[in-house]
């Protein structure tokens, strides 16, 4: 199934969290169909206009936000007030404001599939089903690969990261993006989103161009760096092995479509969580990474969703 034609939102809005927070938020396809509710990765990225595009706008409800401090919400950039416990409170304050009294299909890759878990641990009454993609699960483990594993296979990008620390790269980068001085946030942000960039491109032929690009760092991408070290920092405020206990508790059915060639999110985890998901199916796309867009993940995630729109068709009447 093709990935469906751009569309414009048919509602779009700041909504205040009443506690220092603005989040952007747009609806977009059927008001009054099956609601899906899209989590961004990052953590500290955002939504765009294609991520509207998996879903059949004539029959799903799409609900797409930016996360606290990210995208288009506001403060750019604020950790104050922000852990995924926070995020999880915004999903019911979204759903509170657009009246979504239906039960929600939860869509969220990497760091959205971690926060999607989370939610339903937590709500799984509101929880119609979980589409996720690239299992990420918040943990040291996880975390530890990103910073240090990855250096095997990208040494010179790796390198360049290293810059002047010796020890706990995530506590580096997280001082020197908050530094109240500028030049240095920005050096620091530049390294970290490049060696994420040159993560996102391992099997390439771009993986050697790393740390040539000197331009300047834009306040969102400083932005972007400052929520993600946060969040890497808290290991995504889970306790050890936190996310993974949760989810055997989690009686609603899920699709995980994991990359075969995923080095930021490895499949291992995929396989993990879906040992633990009572109700789960996994898709592994052998040659997919941990991209989506403009690759075979994508393919695989508009073919699930349409494979879910007919079950939810027989089952709901439409």
Not at 70 to 89: A, D, E, F, M, V
Not at 147 to 168: C, I
Not at 171 to 192: M, Q
Not at 239 to 268: R, W
């Amino acid at each position: 199934m093709p990935i469906y034609p751009e569309i414009k939102p048919n509602f779009s809005d700041l909504i205040d969290t009443n506690d220092g927070h603005r989040i952007y938020l747009e609806r977009t396809g059927r008001e009054g169909g099956i609601p899906v509710i899209f989590l961004h990765g990052g953590p500290g990225s955002s939504t765009n206009a294609n991520h509207r595009r998996y879903f059949d706008p004539k029959f799903f409800d799409i609900v797409l936000f930016d996360q606290r401090g990210c995208g288009q919400s506001l403060p750019k950039g604020s950790t104050k007030n922000n852990t995924t416990w926070h995020l999880i409170q915004d999903i019911n304050l979204i759903r509170k404001t657009l009246g979504l009294n239906q039960k929600a299909v939860i869509f969220g890759g990497s760091w959205g599939s971690a926060l999607a878990l989370a939610y339903a641990a937590e709500h799984g009454e509101a929880v119609e089903t979980l589409v996720l993609r690239g299992i990420f699960l918040g943990s040291r483990e996880e975390v530890a690969w990103f910073t240090d594993g990855l250096k095997r296979f990208m040494p010179a990008a790796h390198k360049e990261l290293m810059w002047d620390s010796s020890g706990d790269l995530v506590s580096h980068y997280y001082e020197r993006v908050n530094s109240t001085d500028r030049l240095i946030a920005n050096e620091a942000c530049r390294r970290w989103l490049d060696y994420e960039m040159q993560s996102m491109m391992l099997g390439s032929e771009n993986i050697n161009k790393t740390g040539q690009d000197k331009t300047e760092v834009s306040d969102g991408e400083l932005a972007r760096a400052q929520v993600q070290l946060h969040y890497l920092k808290h290991y995504c405020f889970f306790k050890k092995g936190e996310l993974l206990e949760k989810a055997a508790s989690i009686k609603n059915s899920a699709i995980l479509v994991q990359g075969g060639m995923d080095m930021i999110c490895p499949p291992f985890t995929a396989h993990r969580l879906h040992e633990v998901l009572p109700e789960s199916k996994l898709k592994v796309i052998g040659s997919g990474g941990h991209g989506a867009w403009n690759s075979k993940i994508a393919e695989a995630l508009a073919d699930e969703m349409e494979l879910l729109k007919k079950r939810l068709q027989a089952n709901h009447g439409y």
